[in-house]
């Protein structure tokens, strides 16, 4: 089956085609980055405006790079939620149209369905994929969620812990702009991390004195800032520049030198992977599996990949870096394993901002080993 994939949950375009004999045909994205890092961070209405610049001429360039007619697809996918109602709404929209216009079936993809599968995904040259077998503890990591997620079959997911505030993205493009960095916060953290001195500063593993396998970022985030408040005021009594030390206004970062930044940088990530690995650590031991699939944007992270690896007691495996972020690709191949299974939708464009993943149907054949799925 030769299944259409369209991505417009946040901040990028991505178009992919996906036939299950042949894998991954072609694939495109247009990120908006670049948009979005004047005002550091999202903004809603751009972000769907520019996907209804893109969508067209992205799914246009694709089928050209696939050598593929309209007429071959034989199912549409698009992602439905959760996501930015405004950017949901272009990709459903368009993808629902397109279903209708070709009388092929269609169907909304679940955004974190779509990264948790992703790692399937894995080049023809990496055995990944056909090391992955079902049940597996999954960890998602991304700018809005922080979640372990036992996975039972495709479509068969059980939640055991998650965030209780900021995800881990999330507390990583905040704490980047408390030192003045780019958004998005998480590679501009980990690339100034690498200059600084794990020994210098260590902050808090949040809600690793307790039971439990939920998450809180926002405490961390608060001692970030504190740190830099505090060092600043240090920095601020010792600067020659009496207009610099009389200055009310300027941010605290201002006051820090470029090795100040690069040590609060190292101690955060280092935090950050921490907490993650003795939480992962724990829902290996509660669930009894030896498999951990991580995926999401943070999934990315050199350090947290690092850490899980040296640390974890089980098999962690995780996408190429291209498909940890947002992309067409993993929707495509998400929303044929549901095509496949005889899945569809109603002619009606649903999406859904906020979607329990937990709430999805199984899939009929979802009891295989996961390399027979792909």
């Known amino acids: 089956m030769l299944v259409l994939g369209i991505e417009t949950s946040c901040d990028e375009t991505g178009i992919a085609l996906y036939d299950g004999e042949h894998g991954l045909l072609a694939e495109g994205l247009y990120s908006q980055v670049e948009m979005h890092a004047e005002y550091g961070g999202v903004v809603p209405e751009l972000a769907s405006r520019d996907h209804i610049k893109r969508v067209s001429k992205l799914v246009r360039t694709v089928m050209k790079r696939a050598d593929k007619q309209y007429s071959d697809l034989q199912g549409i996918a698009y992602t439905s939620g959760p996501g930015l109602a405004g950017a949901l709404m272009v990709g459903a929209g368009f993808g629902r149209a397109l279903a209708f216009a070709l009388d092929i079936p269609g169907i909304g993809v679940h955004h974190m369905e779509g990264h948790l599968l992703a790692p399937l995904l894995a080049p023809e040259n990496s055995d990944v994929g056909s090391k992955i077998q079902l049940p597996f503890v ?3 990591v991304s700018g809005g969620h922080t979640q372990l997620i036992r996975a039972n079959s495709i479509g068969d997911y059980e939640l055991m812990g998650e965030s209780v505030d900021d995800a881990a993205g999330e507390a990583f493009d905040k704490s980047a702009k408390m030192l003045g960095l780019n958004y998005p916060g998480g590679p501009e953290i980990a690339r100034l991390a690498e200059q600084g001195d794990s020994k210098r500063f260590r902050f808090p593993r949040p809600m690793t004195d307790r039971p439990g396998l939920d998450f809180s970022f926002s405490g961390l985030k608060t001692y970030t800032r504190n740190a830099i408040q505090a060092l600043a005021e240090s920095n601020k009594s010792r600067v020659d520049n009496k207009d610099l030390k009389d200055a009310k206004d300027l941010p605290a970062y201002r006051y820090l030198s ?117």
């Open 138 to 140: 999954a960890l998602l």
């Open 258 to 374: 470029a090795q100040d930044c690069a040590d609060i940088a190292c101690a955060f990530e280092d935090a950050v992977a921490d907490t993650i690995y003795i939480k992962c650590r724990r829902a290996m031991e509660q669930s009894g599996l030896n498999q951990l699939v991580m995926a999401g944007g943070v999934s990315a992270n050199k350090k947290l990949r690092a850490t899980l690896n040296a640390k974890l007691d089980a098999e962690v495996f995780y996408a190429p870096d291209h498909l940890c972020t947002d992309n067409g690709a993993m929707i495509a191949f998400a929303g044929h394993e549901r095509l496949s299974a005889g899945q569809t939708e109603e002619l009606q464009i649903k999406v859904q901002p906020r979607w329990d993943m937990t709430s999805l149907p199984p899939l009929n054949n979802s009891n295989e080993p996961a390399e027979n799925l792909k």
